[in-house]
């Protein structure tokens, strides 16, 4: 069913980031790709450098001590996207997104956690032999989403 763009949002993020760079570059993406919130999962990461927009101060940002915490403030009727390879992850070019949705990265070096990929409503990845820089990855899938796309419409709860 396509559905008009009124009251949509997504937030991104990343489950233990690996370096400041990407998580930097990932946040200077999502204020140019229409995110509503940003946040982090785990404490790999220190400052920010690459945020030359300031994102973090031009949009809500939000830090999660690890995973339990960051799924029991999911906004109500968001749907959990992780961004993953696996054997059950959508390609991303046949996915409908969410018209409300959080999309979840993990660092390159792990992925996402297991508990991530069990709790997420959907899992997509990419046409890849290699895994993606994570602001790389998440930089695409905000693209795929603003692209005119049919929206997936969660059932009145």
Wanted: charged share 25%; hydrophobic share 40%.
């Amino acid at each position: 069913m396509i559905d008009n763009f009124e009251n949509e949002y997504f937030g991104i993020g990343i489950q233990n980031g690996k370096t400041p760079e990407n998580l930097g570059v990932l946040w200077r993406s999502a204020q140019n790709l229409g995110a509503s919130f940003i946040f982090t999962i785990g404490n790999r990461y220190a400052k920010q450098a690459c945020d030359t927009h300031n994102a973090v101060k031009s949009m809500p940002y939000f830090h999660y001590k690890d995973f339990d915490d960051f799924f029991k403030h999911l906004p109500k009727g968001a749907m959990l996207v992780g961004v993953e390879k696996t054997e059950d992850a959508l390609p991303i070019e046949d996915f409908k997104h969410p018209k409300r949705c959080v999309y979840l990265l993990g660092a390159e070096d792990h992925g996402l956690s297991n508990k991530a990929i069990e709790k997420s409503h959907f899992l997509v990845q990419f046409k890849s032999e290699l895994s993606l820089n994570v602001a790389v990855a998440g930089s695409i899938v905000m693209y795929d989403r603003n692209r005119n796309k049919p929206r997936f419409i969660r059932a009145k709860e």
